[in-house]
């Protein structure tokens, strides 16, 4: 019978991996990665500006499986777009561009333990606003003044995630987001740079570090 428990108590550890120990119940580290966006509703496609998602995170078990995570990072979002023109006079040429919102962000994800490396998950973020810089290169060069083509200063997206061990307390994350408000109205909006209002559409590939402590209530 010692033998059958001990056999049990062993299946149980490797399916949870790195989140086994049952006297643990907090998890907190870092995470670093590189986030690939693009904004929906600027009249260019594609997830080309790529941006720095960094910060802390704290893991907090609530059921075997089941944990709550929150972050608070520094993230850069944004986007950019290339269009090819013709001019009779210049020949063909090139517009360009450049859009980068930078946030505050502390995202909090409900995450499920498949096994012993791999975790789903799904929540929702909130980001501040802290910095905008929006310019374009066409014949000319354009900066746009933030005063006059305002954005939201929140930004709350939809957040699914996937996250894969490769070592000791080392895992492999990506995210998905998207924004569940507009970020900036249509009316705001760079005349000839978009139609219709804008949000934050973006996934991010990064590294996630975690140490546990802490006793089983």
Same mark, same amino acid.
Not at 19 to 42: L, Q
């Given at each position: 019978?010692?033998?059958?428990?001990?056999?049990?108590?062993?299946?149980?550890?490797?399916?949870?991996?790195?989140?086994?120990?049952?006297?643990?119940?907090?998890? %907190?580290?870092?995470?670093?990665?590189?986030?690939?966006?693009?904004?929906?509703?600027?009249?260019? %496609?594609?997830?080309?500006?790529?941006?720095?998602?960094?910060?802390?995170?704290?893991?907090?078990?609530?059921?075997?499986?089941?944990?709550?995570?929150?972050?608070?990072?520094?993230?850069?979002?944004?986007? =950019?777009? =290339?269009?090819?023109?013709?001019?009779?006079?210049?020949?063909?040429? @090139?517009?360009?561009?450049?859009?980068?919102?930078?946030?505050?962000?502390?995202?909090?994800?409900?995450?499920?333990?498949?096994?012993?490396?791999?975790?789903?998950? =799904?929540?929702?973020?909130?980001?501040?606003?802290?910095?905008?810089?929006?310019?374009?290169?066409?014949?000319?060069?354009?900066?746009?003044?933030?005063?006059?083509?305002?954005?939201?200063?929140?930004?709350?997206?939809?957040?699914?995630?996937?996250?894969?061990?490769?070592?000791?307390?080392? @895992?492999?994350?990506?995210?998905?987001?998207?924004?569940?408000?507009?970020?900036?109205?249509?009316?705001?909006?760079?005349?000839?740079?978009?139609?219709?209002?804008?949000?934050?559409?973006?996934?991010?590939?990064?590294?996630?570090?975690?140490?546990?402590?802490?006793?089983?209530?």
């Amino acid at each position: 019978m010692a033998l059958f428990a001990s056999n049990i108590a062993n299946a149980q550890s490797k399916s949870v991996g790195f989140f086994a120990n049952p006297d643990r119940f907090f998890y %907190g580290g870092i995470t670093a990665g590189a986030n690939f966006s693009t904004v929906d509703g600027d009249g260019y %496609g594609g997830y080309h500006k790529v941006g720095l998602n960094a910060g802390g995170i704290v893991y907090i078990k609530v059921l075997k499986r089941l944990f709550v995570s929150m972050e608070i990072l520094y993230t850069e979002k944004g986007s =950019v777009g =290339v269009m090819e023109y013709n001019n009779y006079y210049t020949g063909t040429g @090139f517009d360009k561009y450049y859009l980068k919102l930078n946030y505050a962000e502390v995202p909090v994800i409900f995450n499920f333990q498949l096994d012993k490396r791999w975790q789903i998950g =799904v929540g929702a973020s909130y980001g501040q606003l802290v910095k905008v810089k929006e310019e374009a290169v066409t014949q000319q060069y354009y900066n746009f003044d933030p005063a006059t083509h305002p954005f939201h200063k929140q930004d709350y997206n939809f957040v699914i995630k996937g996250s894969m061990q490769i070592g000791d307390g080392l @895992f492999v994350n990506a995210k998905y987001q998207y924004s569940l408000s507009t970020i900036r109205d249509a009316n705001n909006i760079p005349l000839g740079y978009g139609g219709g209002a804008q949000y934050n559409n973006f996934f991010n590939l990064g590294l996630m570090y975690l140490i546990g402590s802490g006793q089983a209530r």
